[in-house]
């Protein structure tokens, strides 16, 4: 509660506490759906990952994860299943996109001094290339023993 007492430059520092709070515990949730949703990497960039937010900051949350809908459309998609509570921009590129675009200087800047809030273990992605390859073989199997040369081809 304020008093009298509270000057301005005190309020204003209970106000900026209070949102870089809010801000802090949406960014861990929202890195946690982006996780479930198959973000191989999260990145914190602009000034909550260089430690200068204030108390009319926003999120600033680069992503890298498979996904096909197009560049345009990902954004409101992806809002309208996050839901953020606090202002945040997204920035959602796949894998290829992110080749693509890893010598922009926006790009470089988020990597140079965005903050990794997540990164999927290579021994992770390796393992889901190892299954998907143990499901194509035994596909690659059915179709062999049906005689279905030319798709067991496919496969190979």
Request: glycine letters at 4%; one cysteine or more; proline letters at 4%.
């Amino acid at each position: 509660m304020l008093d009298s007492h509270t000057t301005h430059k005190e309020l204003e520092i209970q106000l900026r506490t209070k949102h870089l709070q809010e801000m802090k515990t949406e960014l861990n949730r929202l890195t946690e759906l982006l996780k479930e949703m198959g973000a191989l990497k999260i990145i914190l960039f602009g000034s909550c990952a260089m430690n200068t937010a204030g108390r009319l900051s926003d999120l600033d949350i680069f992503v890298i994860m498979e996904t096909d809908l197009p560049f345009v459309e990902r954004l409101s998609h992806f809002y309208k299943i996050l839901l953020p509570s606090v202002p945040t921009d997204l920035i959602l590129y796949t894998p290829a996109e992110f080749v693509r675009n890893k010598d922009n200087p926006f790009i470089k800047e988020i990597l140079k001094n965005g903050k990794i809030m997540y990164k999927k273990a290579p021994h992770e992605e390796g393992l889901r290339w190892l299954m998907q390859a143990e499901a194509d073989r035994k596909g690659a199997q059915a179709l062999f023993d049906a005689e279905c040369f030319h798709l067991v081809c496919f496969l190979a």
